[in-house]
């Protein structure tokens, strides 16, 4: 790795979500600058309106890339429950309506798996990427269990029934510190900022395929 190459990386997070954008600051560290739409003041709210992770996170990237022609990404997150075939999955944002509620979510999460043993889930985060002009998606999934009720204060959305594996406390029962060391959102952080780290513009990146991601 060439330290001077991977100084001052600025790019362009196409995200509404204020909290998203806090764990990807520290996961990211200071050799990147990371501004948001709220930044920019790009007043927009990106549609979803696809069938997979990938395909509504790359619908972010492109739509900000289209307005800025700068370096950008978009995540797209979803929760997937093993015993509701993992549904919310890509509707995890507005699975209780279009209002984007994150209590009226988790109450119909809940109520859907009242008396189902099998809590197994996974929190997929999938990232689009648009660098130097070209695409590039990266991935990361964190296996746990939904607990019976809602447990801790920090974090959000989904995060305070979400028992990651090797742990018995839910997400938002730890610190912000100790959810961003293993989260899908770290995961997925980690291998795009492996990839800036080492980009060489003659590489080829191996993609992921769009349509089941
Ligand atoms: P942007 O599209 O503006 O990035 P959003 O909040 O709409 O923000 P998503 O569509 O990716 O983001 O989020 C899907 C849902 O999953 C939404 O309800 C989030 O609150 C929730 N979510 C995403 N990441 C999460 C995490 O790390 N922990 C708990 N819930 C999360």
Known sequence: MDGFHTKNKSLIFATNNANKLCEALSIMGDRY????????KILVDIPEPHATLALNAQEKSSFIFNLTKQDCF???TGLEIEALNNAPGV???RYAGEQKDPIAN??????????IKNRKA??????????KGQHHLFMGIQNGL???????SQGFGYDCIFIPEHSTQTYAEMDA??????????????????????YHSSDIHQNLDLHST
Do not use: C, W
């Open 146 to 152: 939904i607990a019976d009720v809602p447990r801790g």
């Open 74 to 76: 978009g995540e797209d």
């Open 33 to 40: 600058t990371i501004k948001n739409l709220h930044d920019l």
């Open 91 to 93: 509707k995890s944002a």
């Open 106 to 115: 988790i109450h119909k999460v809940l109520n859907e798996l009242q008396g």
């Open 177 to 198: 510190t100790t959810k961003n060391k293993q989260s899908h959102r770290k995961k997925a952080f980690t291998e795009m900022i492996f990839f800036l780290d080492n």
């Open 122 to 131: 996974q929190f997929k985060t999938v990232i689009s990427l648009i660098y």
